[in-house]
């Protein structure tokens, strides 16, 4: 269970962002994840081009997932995420 301390924190973040614009951010992402499906696949990484999507570019994470071994780098970390975060992770 979480303390109501961390319910509030995450209940702020939230409230910092109009609803219309997290509507409209998210009516962007589902729009632009659905473009890229071909035959019913989903979009892998080469399918996702972020200068195609500017509008969602502050909101998002890129993530750079390799095998053997296992390795995972943030390729884009959005600003809003960063403010959030309070800490720049990209290329990490």
Known sequence: MQSSG????RDS??????HSVRGRVIELGQ??????????????RQDIEPLDIPALLPQIIL????????NF???LIGTNVVYHLAQ???GS
């Open 31 to 44: 729009t632009y994840w659905k473009s890229k499906f071909v035959d019913g696949r989903i979009p892998s």
């Open 13 to 18: 973040l939230s409230a910092d962002v109009d």
């Open 63 to 70: 993530l750079d997932v390799t095998r053997e071994p296992w």
């Open 88 to 90: 720049d992770w990209t």
């Open 73 to 75: 780098k943030f390729r």
């Open 6 to 9: 961390t319910a509030r924190s």
